[in-house]
């Protein structure tokens, strides 16, 4: 790995944890719905030993492979598209969602999980994907994945609202576990 592309993740981490989770810890100001004035966010960074060109912004925005960030349509803002852990509003309109979706666990969940359901715990929604892959890399993160499918047609047949964010990530505020299905 380049040292550029080291910079380049490092960027991406802390733009995920200050945009998600913790804004405020570090002093910057961010809107009702997510957005974060770009300008404020390149001086916090450089007043917090985190020194970040627009340049690199950019490259992170458009280089993000799961697409975590977006600039407003005047591109003088920033926000995550989904994840928050912080009361946001992402203005998110209903869709109409695939006839399944998957979502990626670790093993030591699965019990849990087919107990309980599929719980958003403290983000605003339950993260679900349209393909195993996606699935399987989030399950991987932290041990041997466990790759769930998910009814969402009868979800949603049911009185379940689904979003869709801008990064193509779907979600919904809880899945029971009748929903529920391990893919084997």
Request: net charge positive; charged share 25%; glycine share 4%.
């Amino acid at each position: 790995m380049t040292k550029h592309t080291n910079k380049l993740i490092k960027i991406s981490k802390f733009l995920s944890k200050y945009l998600r989770h913790t804004p405020f810890e570090i002093g910057l100001n961010i809107d009702n719905q997510g957005w974060v004035n770009i300008d404020e966010l390149l001086f916090i960074c450089e007043k917090n030993d985190f020194p970040i060109t627009k340049l690199e912004l950019i490259e992170v925005v458009k280089s993000n492979e799961k697409k975590r960030f977006s600039f407003d349509e005047t591109g003088t803002k920033i926000r995550a598209n989904q994840g928050h852990s912080i009361k946001i509003d992402l203005n998110l309109i209903p869709k109409t969602p695939p006839l399944i979706l998957y979502h990626g666990t670790t093993r030591q969940f699965v019990n849990s999980i087919l107990d309980q359901g599929l719980l958003k715990m403290s983000r605003h929604h339950v993260h679900l994907s349209t393909d195993l892959e996606t699935a399987k890399k989030v399950g991987q993160r932290k041990g041997e994945p466990i790759i769930l499918i998910i009814n969402s047609q009868l979800m949603q047949k049911n009185g379940f609202i689904f979003y869709c964010s801008d990064n193509e990530v779907w979600l919904v505020d809880f899945v029971p576990r009748e929903y529920l299905t391990i893919f084997s």
